[in-house]
């Protein structure tokens, strides 16, 4: 038996994505019908960002940066939403290079730890961007992008910003962790540009729920590896419901277009 679901529901008025092979919005929809697949280098056109800025980004932080710029054009200094950045691993590749080279009895780089917090590709792109406004760094676990969801609602609802930028950005993981049943496959950046429900009645109205469980029963996970992409195929297809089970809540994510 489940405890009461709790649900709330933002108005996704643009979004974006990035993976290697998979760029446009036309190359999301042939993925999302099965027609195309991601493969490839990690290497997004981030021309826009001044090439001294440039030479310090990860493959991560320049997914997060494509996806952050394109939701952003068009939009005026007036418009500048608050930034929510989450990702679980953060920016674990050059963390990894680090305790190898501590392992190899190297000493470990100031300027090379100073780029693999987690609030990395957060405070570069502020930096870059000259934006004031707030901004968030988060890790979630499995439920990473929800928690995000979860800040972005929080921030709207409570009127400390109208408009939120929500950057989900993570990479695979080195050699030696792959294969987990729950690490992410893909590297792979997603934007969203959220606003309170109604607000925008033609965009897509996604809601996120979750219920707990009795921690009397037992519960098997049944978690989505790449769960971030699956919650872009619902936003492609502008309808449908995908349900994760992380073992102590299932998260139940719902699109409608459209739909107030």
Known sequence: MRDKKSALQLSVSKWA??????????DWQAWAKGDATISGPVNPDVKFVAPMMRRRLSG???????????????????ESPTFVFCSRYGEYERS????EGIAAGNPASAAAFSMSVHNTATSLFSIET??????IALAGGEAT????FLEAWSLLSTQSASSVLLIYHDER?????????????????LAMILKASGNDPDATQMTLEWNSR??????????QSDPALQVLRLLINGT???????GRLVWTWKADHGAD
């Open 145 to 148: 992008l929800e928690n995000g």
């Open 96 to 99: 990894y290079g680090i305790l």
């Open 130 to 135: 000259g934006n004031r406004a707030p901004s």
């Open 60 to 78: 991560l932080s320049r997914m997060a940066f494509r996806v952050a710029a394109d939701c952003l054009e068009g939009t005026t200094e007036a």
């Open 240 to 246: 449908g419901m995908l349900e994760s089970d992380t």
């Open 173 to 189: 993981l080195p050699d030696l962790y792959r294969g987990q049943k729950t690490t992410v496959n893909c590297d792979c950046a």
């Open 214 to 223: 009795n921690p009397t029963i037992p519960s098997t996970p049944e978690t």
């Open 17 to 26: 994505a990035w993976a290697p092979g998979i760029q446009e919005q036309a």
